[in-house]
Every structure is written in structure tokens, then in C-alpha cells.
């Protein structure tokens, strides 16, 4: 059995055949949650290895490459030593690797609360309606609005989230009217996040302010406690 537990340890990667659960992980760890409404929780992050998108403000390039493959076993028994009921399954984009998706339902069906962090730019239909996906529509500033997948909002359910990271004013004026076209905040929790090296949080949260929007303000908490640090 492989174990996840130790950073020193390394294989040489293999492609899993069709159909397999192996996945490639770039890490899984213990923190709070830093975003979402499920901020402050004790959360195991498992980070998969890949992202088809190179987003302008991208704060995970780390887990563009490399990674280990691990059984979808050894990565449950993992999550299971933490101890606690928090799961969130993110990258790169986790779903760009078709073993997420009986991962996710394994992590369900083991009695854990799922949450998906994707791009929003890959096929969510197959994701367990029990998970809690986070929906990243991906702005202009970002460079990678163009990969922006809409058909994936009529498939969201009440409990998930929508997430806007904006870079500037032109980001925040452009979401506000996606906001009011696609009528999100009636329908499920929508997060603006200032983009930390480009949008001071100040300027955001007086914008929202001033429009009286009903949107959820977020900073990412993991970063105000721990910075950019790996595996926070």
C-alpha cells in the first residue's frame, strides 16, 4: 500500500488503464477551509495534479505537473487518518483526471461532506449531486474567460456555489452583469474574491457596499493565516 502520509516518498508514474480509480495527487493535507461557505472548517485538501488553464492569477502552479499516482483507496484510508468530516477535492482542475468523479462518490458514499473546486470549464453532470461544487467562472482579467463552459450553471443544484476571482474594476463590472443575466444569487451562494496581487480587498468591499449587491465577499483565510505556503 502506498501511503500519502510522507512528502519524501516517490514512485515513478505510470498511466492507469481505462477505467482504473488511480489518481495522480499533488498532495493531501489537513487546514482550515479558506473560501466558500464552509470557511474556518477543518477540511482534508486533496489536490490533484493537472489544469488545462493557465489562469493569470493562478496561486497552485505547483500542481500542474508532476504528482504521484495512488489506489483510490490508499487516497480514502489517507482522508480517514485525519479524523475529520470535511472533504475537498480540488487542483488544477480535479476533474480533468475521469478518476474525480468515483472518487468523489466513494468520499460521499464513506459519509464525508464533499466539496469540488473546479473551473467551471469541464463537464459537471457526471459530479455525485451530493457534492457541494464550488463553480469558478473565470473572468476577463483572468486570460481564460473564453473557456467559460455556461451550460454547466443549468446543472447546478441550490447547494452549490458560484466563485468570481476578479483582478479589477472591468472583473467586477463584467461579473455584475453576468450575475444579473444568469439571476445566480437567486439561486445559489455567489462569491467574489479580490485577487490578492491585483484587486486590493479594500476597493472590492466597497463596491459591493456601494451596489448593495447580494453577493458574499470572501478573502482566502488560509492565505491571511499562512501565506502562500504548500500544503496550508
Not at 63 to 73: K, S, T
Not at 115 to 124: K, P, Q, R
Amino acid at each position: 500500500m502506498t501511503s500519502l502520509a510522507s512528502a519524501t516518498e516517490r514512485v515513478t508514474p505510470r498511466v492507469p488503464a481505462a477505467g482504473s480509480t488511480r489518481l495522480k495527487l499533488t498532495e493531501i493535507f489537513l487546514s482550515l477551509q479558506g473560501e466558500s461557505t464552509f470557511v474556518g472548517c477543518p477540511t482534508v485538501f486533496v489536490r490533484l495534479t493537472g489544469c488545462p488553464l493557465r489562469c493569470s492569477y493562478c496561486d497552485t502552479e505547483y500542481a500542474f505537473h508532476g504528482g504521484l499516482w495512488h489506489e483510490q483507496a490508499d487516497v480514502l484510508a489517507t482522508v480517514a487518518g485525519h479524523g475529520v468530516r470535511h472533504v475537498c477535492v480540488t487542483g488544477g482542475e480535479p476533474l480533468a483526471q475521469k478518476a474525480c468523479i468515483p472518487l468523489l462518490t466513494a468520499l460521499c458514499d464513506a459519509g464525508y461532506v464533499v466539496s469540488l473546486e473546479t473551473s467551471g470549464a469541464l463537464d459537471v453532470s457526471a459530479v455525485d449531486p451530493r457534492v457541494v461544487k464550488i463553480l469558478d467562472i473565470k473572468t476577463p482579467a483572468s486570460k481564460e474567460v473564453g473557456r467559460n463552459r455556461w451550460e454547466n450553471l443549468a446543472l447546478l443544484q441550490p447547494h452549490d456555489q458560484i466563485k468570481f476571482v476578479l483582478c479589477d474594476r472591468a472583473d467586477y463590472d463584467w461579473a455584475k452583469s453576468v450575475v444579473a443575466e444568469h439571476r445566480l444569487t437567486e439561486r445559489h451562494t455567489v462569491l467574489f474574491s479580490p485577487s490578492a496581487t491585483q484587486l486590493a480587498a479594500r476597493d472590492l468591499a466597497d463596491w459591493i457596499v456601494a451596489d448593495r449587491l447580494l453577493v458574499r465577499f470572501q478573502m482566502q483565510l488560509h492565505k491571511l493565516l499562512w501565506g502562500g505556503e504548500a500544503g496550508r
